[in-house]
T-cell receptor, first 114, second 109 residues
Framework: GAVVSQHPSWVICKSGTSVKIECRSL??????MFWYRQFPKQSLMLMAT?????????EQGVEKDKFLINHASLTLSTLTVTSAHPEDSSFYIC??????????FGPGTRLTVT | RKEVEQDPGPFNVPEGATVAFNCTYSNSASQSFFWYRQDCRKEPKLLMSVYSSGNEDGRFTAQLNRASQYISLLIRDSKLSDSATYLC??????????FGKGTTLSVSS
């Protein structure tokens, strides 16, 4: 099956710093990738839709200036959490759309902001 | 009202039991329907797609009722390894997936 990787798998950073998370589709090209966030005991919440070569589309309530998304190639999308705060601590998961209804999830990145 | 609603459980059942999960969705324009499984601290993994005609995969049976906007998952002969959180997922235009909060299943020996 298709593989999607994320890096890093976990990160601890200090409040006020920025963290970049990479999402790569390893064996297929993805024109669209999605970024989700999951707090403990909560459902995955769609944050934004990342389209290759164009600006990301953010869901209501997600600050685009805080969560910077770049989809520079057909296999890579990055999410940068700028000026991170403890309330940004969460499990961030990307998924890559392959076509039809096929969507493949990365293993997730656990962010802890101290 | 949440776009996808599930009973959070937990459902605690013995091995061999049959358990059913229900889900409702609010957007009648939803186009695709899935059940995902998520283990603790892991990414969700596709369990099965759900079709109006109903579909079965081994011990798992999924049903979709578009008129009622209702989705179900039936697990027969539960195994210890079935313990996980089961996510009801609905796809909308543009292929974004909307996740329910999940139903936790715990199967005990």
């Amino acid at each position: 099956g298709a593989v999607v990787s994320q890096h890093p798998s976990w990160v601890i950073c200090k409040s006020g710093t920025s963290v970049k998370i990479e999402c790569r589709s390893l064996d297929f090209q993805a024109t669209t990738m999605f970024w989700y966030r999951q707090f403990p005991k909560q459902s995955l919440m769609l944050m934004a839709t990342s389209n290759e070569g164009s600006k990301a589309t953010y869901e209501q309530g997600v600050e685009k200036d805080k969560f910077l998304i770049n989809h520079a190639s057909l296999t890579l999308s990055t999410l940068t959490v700028t000026s991170a705060h403890p309330e940004d601590s969460s499990f961030y998961i990307c998924s890559a759309h392959r076509g039809g209804n096929e969507q493949y999830f990365g293993p997730g990145t656990r962010l802890t902001v101290t | 009202r949440k776009e996808v609603e599930q009973d959070p459980g937990p459902f605690n059942v013995p091995e061999g039991a049959t358990v059913a999960f229900n889900c409702t969705y609010s957007n009648s324009a939803s186009q695709s329907f899935f059940w995902y499984r998520q283990d603790c601290r892991k990414e969700p993994k596709l369990l099965m797609s759900v079709y109006s005609s109903g579909n079965e995969d081994g011990r798992f049976t999924a049903q979709l009722n578009r008129a009622s906007q209702y989705i179900s998952l039936l697990i027969r002969d539960s195994k210890l390894s079935d313990s996980a959180t089961y996510l009801c997922v609905v796809g909308r235009a543009g292929t974004a997936l909307i996740f329910g909060k999940g139903t936790t299943l715990s199967v005990s020996s």
